[in-house]
């Protein structure tokens, strides 16, 4: 597995009892000090666990194996009973797993995060209460089935101390960096000295409604997760058998953005939910400028940063200029903005399934007073491209007619 594994201690017990009608017990105790392990999955540093403690209690049959609540999981400080049960049924999997941790210290989990593997949060100090409840429960046989439920409370939480980060950096102007395939390409100051900067008030109300329509219409509602998004994401990935979809927040782009490495791992999702989690619980960050910061560190096309460069990229406007239309095309392509050509016919139209996406979008800004009944009902994907875009399609092509905006 090509990872380094190092430890001053390691125990571990087992006992085995035959309980009748086929079925067996096995219980036992696994400790270990001073762990280090370096591993690319795991983290791009060097992970270290100054003690971890497992006491475990299963139940084991033919078909299903039990984790029983019992059982206690100590890392650190942090102390808590898991359960999981993993049943085979007629070549279907259920499984179900669940955590309820009552209130306890918040220092017991922010002091026990391993070093190496949340650097953003190494060093942070906290006073307070915390709870956490977590289920997981899916039946294979049937997914809509799924139940997914993740909640950590707070009680007279407070951040004494941010760590390696100031998390509440997004406030005011700061230095974002884009990367591509993990390496950085474009570094600018999200605020006022940047030349590009367009404050929230100076962009058009349709591209600030399309947009948040399209990527997370609950975003100045929410705590910056939305389990059922989340649920229905996972769904949908395990129905078609590949990560699909990604039920990501707003909050959730712009801390995995703004925050985070580039490198997918999987102590890079949990680092990223816990900085949603501060940010949001403690409003480090108000909504409207978390959502200014978004617009203006967006990627809308190859080498195209914020909605300054992607309005005069697509049609040589100013981001407070654009129509309901090319609102509803920018917004289109935030998902695949490497990937928008994709969007166009070879005579430069946009193509047919495009219709679908604008008539909801449409109808999402004629709920919200934006534009009229008639206007949403006679919504077309037709738009005119101007900028330097117009160049990039003709590139594949000797000449592009456009189709003019009514």
Same mark, same amino acid.
């Given at each position: 597995?090509?990872?380094?594994?190092?430890?001053?201690?390691?125990?571990?017990?087992?006992?085995?009892?035959?309980?009748?009608?086929?079925?067996?017990?096995?219980?036992?105790?696994?400790?270990?000090?001073?762990?280090?392990?370096?591993?690319?999955?795991?983290? *791009?540093?060097?992970?270290?666990?100054?003690?971890?403690?497992?006491?475990?209690?299963?139940?084991?049959?033919?078909?299903?194996?039990?984790?029983?609540?019992?059982?206690?999981?100590?890392?650190?400080?942090?102390?808590?009973?898991?359960?999981?049960?993993?049943?085979?049924?007629?070549?279907?999997?259920?499984?179900?797993?669940?955590?309820?941790?009552?209130?306890?210290?918040?220092?017991?989990?922010?002091?026990?995060?391993?070093?190496?593997?949340?650097?953003?949060?190494?060093?942070?100090?906290?006073?307070?209460?915390?709870?956490?409840?977590?289920?997981?429960?899916?039946?294979?046989?049937?997914?809509?089935?799924?139940?997914?439920?993740?909640?950590?409370?707070?009680?007279?939480?407070?951040?004494?101390?941010?760590?390696?980060?100031?998390?509440?950096?997004?406030?005011?102007?700061?230095?974002?960096?884009?990367?591509?395939?993990?390496? *950085?390409?474009?570094?600018?100051?999200?605020?006022?000295?940047? #030349?590009?900067?367009?404050?929230?008030?100076?962009?058009?109300?349709?591209?600030?409604?399309?947009?948040?329509?399209? #990527?997370?219409?609950?975003?100045?509602?929410?705590?910056?997760?939305?389990?059922?998004?989340?649920?229905?994401?996972?769904?949908?990935?395990?129905?078609?058998? =590949?990560?699909?979809?990604?039920?990501?927040?707003?909050?959730?782009?712009?801390?995995?953005?703004?925050?985070?490495?580039?490198?997918?791992?999987?102590? =890079?999702?949990?680092?990223? +939910?816990?900085?949603?989690?501060?940010?949001?619980?403690?409003?480090?960050?108000?909504?409207? =400028?978390?959502?200014?910061?978004?617009?203006?560190?967006?990627?809308? @096309?190859?080498?195209?940063?914020?909605?300054?460069? +992607?309005?005069?990229?697509?049609?040589?406007?100013? *981001?407070? #200029?654009?129509?309901?239309?090319?609102?509803?095309?920018?917004?289109?392509?935030?998902?695949? *903005?490497?990937?928008?050509?994709?969007?166009?016919?070879?005579?430069?139209?946009?193509?047919?399934?495009?219709?679908?996406?604008?008539?909801?979008? +449409?109808?999402?800004?004629?709920?919200? @007073?934006?534009?009229?009944?008639?206007?949403?009902?006679?919504?077309?994907?037709?738009?005119?491209?101007?900028?330097?875009?117009?160049?990039?399609?003709?590139?594949?092509?000797?000449?592009?007619?456009?189709?003019?905006?009514?």
């Amino acid at each position: 597995f090509e990872a380094e594994v190092m430890f001053d201690s390691l125990s571990y017990s087992l006992t085995k009892t035959n309980i009748g009608s086929g079925q067996i017990a096995l219980s036992g105790v696994a400790a270990i000090t001073g762990l280090q392990v370096l591993h690319h999955a795991l983290s *791009p540093d060097r992970i270290n666990l100054d003690r971890g403690k497992f006491s475990y209690h299963i139940h084991m049959g033919s078909n299903f194996a039990e984790l029983d609540s019992s059982s206690h999981v100590q890392f650190n400080k942090l102390e808590f009973h898991p359960y999981l049960y993993i049943e085979k049924k007629h070549d279907k999997w259920h499984i179900k797993s669940s955590i309820n941790k009552p209130w306890f210290p918040a220092n017991e989990l922010f002091g026990s995060l391993p070093k190496g593997l949340f650097s953003n949060l190494e060093g942070i100090q906290t006073k307070g209460m915390l709870s956490y409840h977590f289920l997981f429960d899916l039946d294979f046989s049937q997914l809509d089935s799924l139940k997914l439920e993740s909640e950590l409370n707070h009680k007279d939480f407070h951040i004494i101390k941010y760590g390696a980060t100031n998390l509440a950096k997004m406030s005011e102007e700061f230095s974002y960096t884009a990367y591509e395939k993990e390496q *950085p390409v474009k570094t600018f100051n999200v605020g006022p000295s940047y #030349e590009h900067f367009t404050p929230l008030d100076s962009i058009s109300p349709l591209l600030q409604m399309s947009v948040l329509q399209s #990527e997370d219409g609950a975003f100045f509602y929410h705590k910056g997760f939305l389990p059922d998004a989340l649920r229905e994401a996972l769904i949908y990935d395990l129905k078609v058998k =590949r990560f699909a979809r990604g039920g990501s927040t707003i909050t959730m782009q712009l801390v995995k953005n703004v925050f985070l490495n580039r490198k997918k791992n999987i102590a =890079r999702k949990l680092e990223e +939910a816990l900085i949603v989690w501060l940010i949001e619980t403690k409003c480090l960050t108000s909504k409207q =400028r978390m959502y200014e910061v978004y617009l203006n560190i967006a990627e809308w @096309g190859p080498m195209v940063y914020g909605i300054y460069e +992607a309005a005069d990229y697509y049609f040589s406007k100013r *981001p407070s #200029e654009l129509t309901t239309e090319e609102s509803i095309f920018l917004a289109s392509i935030i998902p695949k *903005p490497k990937h928008y050509k994709s969007s166009f016919t070879t005579e430069g139209q946009l193509k047919d399934y495009m219709k679908g996406y604008y008539h909801l979008i +449409a109808n999402r800004l004629k709920i919200k @007073g934006l534009i009229s009944e008639l206007d949403a009902d006679s919504i077309k994907p037709e738009i005119t491209i101007r900028g330097g875009a117009l160049n990039d399609l003709r590139s594949k092509r000797d000449s592009i007619p456009t189709v003019p905006t009514e």
